[in-house]
Structures are given as structure tokens and as C-alpha cells.
């Protein structure tokens, strides 16, 4: 049948199962929210307050849910505030598709109004970016999109499509989805030999696993894989909740805020086994003296992945999940009873400490912790609250930590967890925001609001850049140039006037009722949790020294 490009673009989303759509409209996008206006009770289209929220969202509801997130936006403008978010979820291996428009293909290259080169400005943070300039070709345009975002290592995908091919007309006909399989064409049986040969040599064997164990879905295997070697784990920002965090060989996060068990079981291994991580300088630190002395396999989808961070001694290239299987079939039962107690001794020496007086982040994670059973989703923004989360709220399964890892973004927070939301209606969702971070997209409280989602929103308020004042502190000879936020805003006034909920905290014992209220509330609720300005983040290794040089406020308190 003959459709236009607007409804081929419907179509072509009905028919990769989406249901749910962020955006913000404009101009040369007005033919294509005129269609998903006619399917408005097949496609849910959030509006979001700014375009930028609409690419968060897209992320967060892709991480919550493990589908694609697809965000739409008008050009010129619309289109470039997508792109912090596109780039937040290149970093994190996010499959997002993003829908612009452009102007009509007469007009392009005349610098007519509102038109910009979209799919050249995101060519270094897409796996794939194009401009659909022939109604003929859109559909499988768009198929072809999805299939790249989902394949090998995910990722997010900008189809551009000028004005004229959403208003012409061409023959459409319904096709299935193609299914993307488990990317294995790279595993090969000589490298699952040499990991299970390496594995069978160690004594001190350490598992380090990353985000890759969670988009592959390896959850399963990865338990069945840690319990039959019988070797402790740690994990990266990303790979939180692939494995319990409640479970005995868990010992925390490794790297810059990981926990000194982490950081100091990592460098006396004899082996580390790296199951679907990239070895990120956060992670690594002096990566010359990172694991020195152990032997390292890495498994990853992405060979370009292999050795480029960190030399190691066995790569297997392909999907985590695929090749735990295997290597599942050829291990035997391990007993490193002796290496698991001297990780224990660790754990005990060098537990995660925070001052108990006073109100502070770690205690507000670890309240949140208690009341919602560690089952809730919880996304947060970047800097001190992130890592506090990280440390504090032990997640048990995969998708419940939803955070902008390789690129940081501030402001990320509250438009991913409307996407989580979105996703899973059924989860109890939180965003932990410090109130930097919180002010960037703060305006997205009214679209929380306006679609009447239960979204609790937690910001650690320390009236400072508290990240970036840590470093001033510890760094800089306390010059807090540019930190102090030393404005007159009332996130609980604002709050309201955007349709939400407030809450003011600043006593311990007032931090759990407000959390149960608001869960009881159903609604869209924003905590102002008051905190200490100096407040900080330990454990903590210094950018570029190793691991094993984590310090925390005792370490420092003995130097003095």
C-alpha cells in the first residue's frame, strides 16, 4: 500500500514492537507527529521539557528494559540538544535510535533556517549515522537502524530525514523484525582452551566483571561460572547488579572509588578474569601497574576492546553470555578457600566507613537500601551521590543501576529515570541527583508531573559542586573556584510549582519517613536531603597513581 514518509516511519516503529517514544516537535518534524498523532493509542509519545531529556530518556528506558529507545526532535536546535544524550549512550553501549528531521532536500547546503549537518555532527559518537533524502529507501532505513543498534556491541543509531521524504509518498509493505543473534562468529575453541587452562593454574584467581555481563543478559551463567571456580568478584560502575551484590564473593566496586578489598585483592591475584569490561582509567588508574602480577583474560563482543587499554594474555571475542555457556561446560568445580579468606580478612580490615553523625549521602543510600529491599531501580546523576550509590546500595540484579558511566553527564539523572519509568511501570524508580546536577535538567520534574509518574527524585543538596570540591580540597590547596552554590533556590517550592511533591530532610531521623511517604504518595516526589558541604567520597585513588594506593579520611588523618 502507498503510504507517506511519515506513516512509513509509524509503521516501520510498530513493527520493531516500539511503544513508546520520546521527543519534542518542530517544524520539520510536523508531518511525522502529524501521523503518530492518528496512532497515538499504538505509540505513547512523552513529551519531555527540553530535547535533551528525550535522549536520557531513551537511554534510560533502553537500560531499564534491555529494548531499543527511540527519541525524536525537529532539526537545526532540536536536533543538536540530542546530542549530549546520544553521546552518553555511544559511551555506554546504549541502543538508542533517534528520529530527526530536516529541511527539505532543496534546501540543503543553503544554510536555510534551522538546518544543520545532524548526521555529520554525531558520526564520532554513532555506530551508525545517515540522512534519508529518497521516500524509497526510508523503511529499510529505519529497520536497518534497529538492527545496528541491538547487534554485536549496542549502540545508538540517527536516522536524519529531510521534510520532503515525510510528505511524499511510496509503496510500503509490513516486514517482521529481523532477530539479531549473539554476536559468536569471533569465539573460537583454541581461546576458551587457553581461559579454562589459565583458570585451572590459578590459586588467587579475581572476576572483574563489566557492563557487557549485563547487556548480554549473562546473569545465570555468570553465578554459575563465579560459584564453580569459587573466586571473589568485583565490578565496574556499569556491570553493577550482573552479580549479587548481596552475595558473599562480592567485595565492591574496583578503581578510583572502589573499595580497598577490590583494589587491593586485584593487585595480589594471580589471575584476573575480565568478563565483559574495557578496562576504563577510572578502573585501571597507573595502568602499568594495574594487576601486575597476575595473568589477565578478557572476554568482550568488541575486538577492538582487546589489549587496547590493558596487555592481556587470553582474549575470547563474542557475546558474554554465549561464551560463559561454553566456558561454563568446560570447568570443574575449583576450591580457593584459602585466597576467598584472605579477601574476607580484607573485607574486614577495610570495610566502607562514613561519619555516623549527622546527616549524610552514604546514610541516605543505605536507608533507601533498607526500605525498598534493594529492589527498586535506582538511576542517579554524576559525581559524589553516584559513587555513594555505587558503594552503598547492593544491587542484586541487572538494569537496576542506571547511570551515565563513561561520559559523566550531569544532568542525565531525572529524563533516564522517566525513561525507566516508562519501561517499568511496575518498579519502584528513584534518581539520585546531587543539586548541581540536579539543576541542569531540572525541568523535567513538570514532565514527571504532567504524565502523573510515581518517580521519587532524591537530591543530595551539599550547596556545592561536591565532586569537583573534593578534588579542590584534596588537590588544589582548597581554592574552591567556581564551586559554591550559593544560590536562593528551593528545590521543595520548586517542586511544587511544577506540579510535584516536596520534601525538606536535614536529620537523619527524617530521612526514612520521608522516603516511605514517598512511596505511599504514587506520584512524583522530590526529596531535599541537606547535607555537609564537605562531605566526601572515600575510598579514593589519586588520577593516575595505582589501585593499591587507595586512601581514605583515617589514611589522611595518620599522614597529618
Not at 589519586?542 to 588523618?557: K, V
Request: hydrophobic share 40%; with cysteine; glycine share 8%.
Amino acid at each position: 500500500m502507498k503510504l507517506t514518509g511519515s506513516e512509513i516511519v509509524i509503521e516501520c516503529l510498530k513493527e520493531q514492537g516500539v511503544d513508546t517514544v520520546f521527543g519534542y516537535p518542530g517544524g520539520t518534524i510536523l508531518n511525522i507527529y502529524d501521523a503518530l498523532y492518528k496512532h497515538s493509542d499504538e505509540i505513547h509519545h512523552v513529551l519531555t521539557s527540553h530535547e535533551q531529556g528525550a535522549s536520557h530518556a531513551a537511554d534510560g528506558y533502553a537500560r531499564a528494559t534491555g529494548k531499543v529507545g527511540v527519541c525524536m526532535a525537529t532539526s537545526g536546535p532540536g536536533a543538536t540538544n540530542l546530542v549530549t544524550g546520544i553521546a552518553t549512550a555511544y559511551m555506554d553501549s546504549i541502543p538508542i535510535v533517534a528520529i530527526t528531521a530536516n529541511v527539505s532536500t532543496n534546501l540543503l547546503g543553503k544554510d536555510s533556517f534551522q538546518e544543520i549537518d545532524i548526521a555529520g555532527v554525531v558520526m564520532p559518537i554513532t555506530k551508525h549515522s545517515m540522512i534519508v533524502k529518497d521516500v524509497t529507501l526510508l523503511a529499510d532505513t529505519i529497520r536497518r537502524a534497529f538492527v545496528i543498534a541491538k547487534s554485536g556491541r549496542p549502540g545508538p543509531v540517527l536516522i536524519d530525514i529531510t521534510k520532503d521524504v515525510t510528505a511524499a509518498e511510496a509503496e510500503y509493505t509490513y516486514a517482521e523484525p529481523a532477530i539479531v543473534a549473539p554476536h559468536i562468529a569471533e569465539m573460537r575453541d583454541a581461546d576458551l582452551d587457553q581461559a579454562v587452562e589459565l583458570i585451572n593454574q590459578a590459586s588467587k584467581p579475581y572476576i572483574f566483571v563489566g557492563g557487557g555481563a549485563v547487556t548480554s543478559g549473562a546473569q545465570e551463567e555468570l553465578d554459575y561460572f563465579v560459584h564453580t571456580i569459587n573466586a571473589p568478584v568485583t565490578d565496574s560502575l556499569m556491570g553493577k547488579g550482573a552479580f549479587s551484590g548481596e552475595d558473599e564473593l562480592y567485595t565492591g566496586m574496583l578503581g578510583m572509588h572502589g573499595t580497598k578489598t577490590s583494589n587491593f585483592g586485584v593487585t595480589k591475584c594471580d589471575l584476573l578474569i575480565t568478563i565483559g569490561a574495557r578496562f576504563s582509567d577510572r578502573v585501571t588508574g597507573n595502568a602499568s601497574k594495574f594487576a601486575k602480577n597476575a595473568k589477565i583474560i578478557q572476554i568482550d563482543v568488541d575486538a577492538a576492546e582487546i589489549n587496547k587499554n590493558i596487555k592481556v594474555d587470553c582474549s575470547i571475542i563474542g557475546d558474554v553470555k554465549e561464551v560463559l555457556k561454553e566456558l561454563n561446560k568446560k570447568i570443574h568445580p575449583k576450591n580457593h578457600d584459602a585466597w576467598v579468606a584472605q579477601i574476607e580478612e580484607l573485607k574486614e580490615k577495610h570495610p566502607l566507613k562514613y561519619n555516623p553523625d549527622g546527616l549524610t549521602g552514604p546514610y541516605v543510600i543505605e536507608e533507601l537500601y533498607r526500605i525498598t529491599k534493594g529492589d527498586a531501580v535506582i538511576v542517579t546523576d554524576v559525581g559524589q551521590h553516584q559513587m555513594w550509590a555505587a558503594q552503598y546500595y547492593k544491587f542484586k540484579n541487572p538494569r537496576t543501576l542506571i547511570t551515565s558511566g563513561g561520559l559523566g553527564t550531569m544532568g542525565y539523572g531525572l529524563g533516564a529515570a522517566i525513561g525507566a519509568k516508562m519501561g517499568c511501570p511496575d518498579k519502584t524508580v528513584v534518581n539520585i541527583a546531587g543539586d548541581g546536577c540536579f539543576r541542569m535538567n531540572m525541568n523535567e520534574v513538570a514532565t514527571a508531573a504532567r504524565n502523573n509518574l510515581p518517580l521519587i527524585e532524591i537530591v543530595i543538596n551539599n550547596h556545592v559542586l561536591g565532586m569537583v570540591r573534593q578534588w579542590q580540597t584534596l588537590f588544589y590547596g582548597h581554592r574552591y573556584s567556581n564551586t559554591l552554590l550559593e544560590d536562593k533556590v528551593d528545590f521543595v517550592k520548586f517542586a511544587e510549582s511544577m506540579g510535584a511533591t516536596g520534601i525538606r530532610v536535614t536529620k537523619k531521623e527524617e530521612v526514612a519517613p520521608a522516603i516511605e511517604k514517598a512511596i505511599a504518595l504514587n506520584t512524583t516526589v522530590v526529596i531535599d536531603c541537606q547535607i555537609d558541604s564537605d562531605d566526601k567520597v572515600f575510598p579514593m585513588v589519586p588520577a593516575g597513581a595505582p589501585i593499591e594506593n587507595a586512601f581514605d579520611a583515617e589514611d589522611l588523618e595518620n599522614e597529618n
